[in-house]
């Protein structure tokens, strides 16, 4: 993997905001904001992505998201498989009729399970056991439920599944795997871009804010990826981290007085976005 960044991004309006026009002008929202639930706002910016031409093999979020039939009735028109967590209570088809997710994986034999690993994290492969089941939906494409068994407390996580051609249990265990990037991508463009510490109340404002962070931090992830596809160094050296290569971009790049330009740092070292004068 060479890196990730945000490519969009949606704020969520509360239903007494958008009932409430002068409120919302006030705050220069326009005059046809109207509600959208949290997984309706991730469809727009998934269709938008798509709609504009760019190509995923695959889509994974939590469980907020994947109580909405719609969003997933989105993805399988567009071909595109997910792996989507879903709760221990959630029902899904078999062709025995409908089951409680936890109720299946308590039918699932011994021999069944595999240990495979959903990708590295800070102290090493994370090895999970892991099981799968096969669905009965009507909709095209094949459907299974995924489940994850933590070797060391026993916890049970669950995840519907989808995809057009069906898929080996290493590909679904690495997507479910990857929703940790969109935790890190979130922290990362926090603890480095600055992106909750905007002090805004206007929409344009905030829109403006978030952009520009998400700008400095994909500048980041850009820079780290081609240091690590384009090393030069010894083996022994730990490739850059986008914390590392912000520290040299202040130390090397950005030169006191007048910035000009888009990104520049705060007094804690962090990198963000605007222009600065520093005296």
Known sequence: MGGHAAVDRELYIPRSWTCDPDRCRAAGLGEDTVFATKPGLARTMIE?????GHHVGWVTWDEVYSG????R????ERGIGYVLAVACSAEVPTSA????ADALARKVPKRAWQKLSAGR????HRFYDWAVIDLAEAAPGRHQLLIRHN???GELAYYRCHSITPAYLAALVKVAGSRWRVEE?????KGLAGLDEHQVRRYPSWARWVTLAMLAHAFLAVVRADEHAHRTTSDDLIPLSCNEICRLFIALVVRPGYVEGALWSDRYGRLSTGYVKVN
Not at 48 to 52: M, Q, T
Not at 68 to 71: H, I, M, S, T
Not at 185 to 189: A, G, I, L, P
């Open 121 to 124: 994290g800070a102290k090493g």
């Open 185 to 189: 991508t979130f922290q990362t463009e």
């Open 68 to 71: 909405n039939p719609r969003l």
């Open 151 to 153: 070797r060391s407390t």
């Open 97 to 100: 009729g409908k089951f409680r």
């Open 73 to 76: 009735t989105a993805l399988e």
């Open 48 to 52: 938008r992505f798509l709609d504009a």
